[in-house]
């Protein structure tokens, strides 16, 4: 009875740790590629109050789930360093894109115009993939700048 009752705790045990392992189980998040950020008019960083941001960049699931949506971030770093004082240009998720979301691999093009009252100066942009089982990929580590003029 006692090798019986082992046996079972044992194969239960193993039966348990196998599919928590298969459940913390990530795929490969997605990529993103050859993100700009450039003045819709000329094609430079340095964009006016008011002028246009061409916003343009590839991504591609590397697993075998489907691309879901993207978050697009543009925001200055304020001389207080302090989150709070942060002026975004936008900062929006795009869901239910049609020529994104369901892809394996899509090209993103946006045109973000930006607000009269942004403040002047150096803007970083942080773009945000996700796919269908929640794996995301992001840019913050990769700076791509505008910089914002009267």
Do not use: Q, W
């Amino acid at each position: 009875m006692k090798n019986v009752m082992l046996k079972t705790f044992g194969i239960l045990t193993l039966v348990m740790i196998v599919a928590c392992v298969s459940c913390g189980k990530k795929e490969a998040a997605p990529e993103i590629k050859n993100l700009t950020a450039v003045n819709h008019d000329d094609n430079t960083t340095i964009i006016p109050r008011g002028g246009t941001i061409s916003v343009n960049f590839e991504a591609e699931s590397m697993s075998k789930d489907k691309l879901d949506y993207y978050h697009i971030e543009i925001h200055d770093h304020p001389a207080s360093g302090l989150l709070e004082d942060e002026y975004k240009i936008i900062d929006d998720s795009f869901e239910n894109e049609a020529t994104f979301k369901g892809l394996k691999n899509a090209n993103v093009h946006e045109h973000i115009v930006v607000p009269m009252d942004a403040n002047l100066g150096k803007y970083h942009v942080v773009i945000t993939v996700v796919d269908e089982y929640g794996n995301s990929a992001d840019t913050e580590d990769v700076h791509v700048e505008i910089t914002i003029i009267e």
